[in-house]
Nanobody
């Protein structure tokens, strides 16, 4: 099973930027599609972005399109989420996920990193 550790969260003013990182270990990183979810206080966890095994295909929630960019470096076993033009409504715990290509729908989760955007 893959082990995921997120980093890069913090406090930022509205309009600012943050880059989240997720380091994976334990299995072949390129065997996984990677993603980011988030959960705001009192709300359900929601999809943010995903990237396929090669990095050639990405997908985004409508709420972050044009502001967030997901990328991966298979040589470093790391996936990134560049977040620009942050809004207070982006405040949430952000979770990294890994979906093994051989087992579609089975996600591994990181422990999460807090992002707080002040107005």
């Amino acid at each position: 099973q893959v082990h995921l550790v997120e980093s890069g969260g913090g406090l930022v003013q509205a309009g600012g930027s943050l880059r989240l990182s997720c380091a994976a270990s334990g299995r072949t990183f390129s065997s996984y599609a990677m993603g980011w979810f988030r959960q705001a206080p009192g709300k359900e966890r929601e999809f943010v972005a995903a990237i396929n095994w090669s990095g050639g295909k990405t997908d985004y929630a409508d709420s972050v399109k044009g502001r967030f960019t997901i990328s991966r470096d298979n040589a470093k076993n790391t996936v990134y989420l560049q977040m620009n033009s942050l809004k207070p409504e982006d405040t949430a715990v952000y979770y990294c996920t890994a979906e093994e290509l051989a087992r579609p729908g089975s996600l591994s989760w990181g422990q999460g990193t807090q992002v707080t955007v002040s107005s």
